[in-house]
Nanobody, 122 residues
Framework: VQLQASGGGLVQAGGSLRLSCAVSGRTFSTYGMGWFRQAPGEEREFVAAIRWSGNGATYVDSMTGRFTISKENGKNTVYLQMNSLKPEDTAVYYC????????????????WGQGTQVTVSS
């Protein structure tokens, strides 16, 4: 399974970005897809996750209402719509795949994309 994240960039506070994660290779309906982020000097943290079917979205509490994870059933791309961005959202954002969807635990994800940089200016 290969993951390719894209869509990052520089945006002003209050702006929006949509990240995409293209998934290739063999996947199964049990897979879950997650977005994580890592700021400089910080631990990688969970952002959002969703089942391969496009159901069962879950978010870290601080991002609920601002971020939306989505995936169309039958399509191999996962999105993260980020609205009302804040400078503290600045990080490298990674998409990841978990063969047996567990939600928010990074250690359960076996496949990772290369990351895309999101920078939010104040």
């Amino acid at each position: 399974v290969q993951l390719q994240a894209s869509g990052g960039g520089l945006v002003q506070a209050g702006g929006s970005l949509r990240l995409s994660c293209a998934v290739s290779g063999r996947t199964f309906s049990t897979y879950g897809m997650g977005w994580f982020r890592q700021a400089p000097g910080e631990e990688r943290e969970f952002v959002a996750a969703i089942r391969w079917s496009g159901n069962g979205a879950t978010y870290v509490d601080s991002m609920t209402g601002r971020f939306t994870i989505s995936k169309e059933n039958g399509k191999n791309t996962v999105y993260l719509q980020m609205n009302s961005l804040k400078p503290e959202d600045t990080a490298v954002y990674y998409c990841a795949a978990d063969p047996d969807y567990s939600g928010r635990y990074a250690g359960e994800y076996d496949y990772w994309g290369q990351g895309t940089q999101v920078t939010v200016s104040s």
